[in-house]
């Protein structure tokens, strides 16, 4: 019984040292979550914490809109945000491992969506996307994984229309969460103007404003 109780103690401890590393380390260099954690993120348990459709009411995506889904993993969210946009409009959705953007067109597929544009570049690089040409773009837990913050929320707002929303949102858990005192300090610092918020338990969601 004992050595049970130290067992799952060092397990524990071994996580959450492993999760520091993590996280003190994708400060300094590129570390995102790998492909094959991808069931995580689509599990049931991430979906009621924040689920898909949840996000796409808070982002407030519309019919005929362009959106641009950053770091998009498997899609959890750009399948339901391009069958929300309909045909009318678009998705872009961007992210730095082939791996993950395999998943999506795999889901693409399975979901007979095509109004999805995968875009394997890094936000924080130029990703040679039009000025002024999204209306809304999200960042679902991606923040933390992007060690450069003023060059990604440079080209957001350079890539995000005048009046257009960008949304953040953060769930505690997640090796790199960030806190909502640091999402208001990056966007404002970028030029943002904070609009909507929403907190739940474990999540929160802050949306911003590119002024007109
Ligand atoms: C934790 S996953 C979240 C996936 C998705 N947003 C979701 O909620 O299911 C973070 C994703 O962001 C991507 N990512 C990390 N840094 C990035 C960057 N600089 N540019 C684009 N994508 C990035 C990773 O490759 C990974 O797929």
């Known amino acids: 019984m004992t050595i049970m109780f130290y067992a799952l103690i060092g397990v524990i401890l071994v996580l959450v040292l492993g ?5 003190w ?6 570390l995102p979550c790998p492909a094959w954690l991808a069931w995580f993120l689509e599990n049931p ?6 689920g898909a459709q949840t996000l796409l009411d ?5 019919t005929g809109e362009q959106g641009l ?5 498997p899609g959890r969210l750009s399948i339901p945000a391009a ?3 309909g045909p009318t409009g678009s998705i872009t959705a961007l992210d730095i491992q082939p791996a993950m953007l395999a998943r999506l067109e795999k889901a693409m597929g399975r979901a007979g969506v095509r109004n999805i544009v995968p875009r394997l570049c890094d936000i924080s690089l130029d990703p040679e996307l039009p000025s002024d040409s999204v209306d809304r773009a999200w960042l679902v837990t991606v923040l933390g994984e992007i060690p450069d913050w003023t060059a990604a929320l440079k080209n957001l707002y350079r890539i995000l229309r005048p009046g257009g929303t960008l949304s953040i949102t953060e769930v505690l858990g997640d090796p790199h969460y960030q806190t909502r005192g640091t999402v208001l300090r990056l966007c404002t610092n970028a030029g943002f103007e904070p609009s909507q918020y929403w907190r739940t338990f474990l999540a929160f969601t802050q949306n911003f404003t590119r002024p007109m």
């Open 69 to 73: 889904d950053v770091g998009c993993g």
């Open 83 to 85: 069958l929300r946009v």
């Open 19 to 23: 999760a520091l590393c993590w996280r």
């Open 25 to 30: 380390t994708s400060r300094r260099r590129q």
């Open 58 to 62: 808070r982002i407030g995506l519309q």
């Open 45 to 50: 348990v991430v979906e009621s914490i924040a």
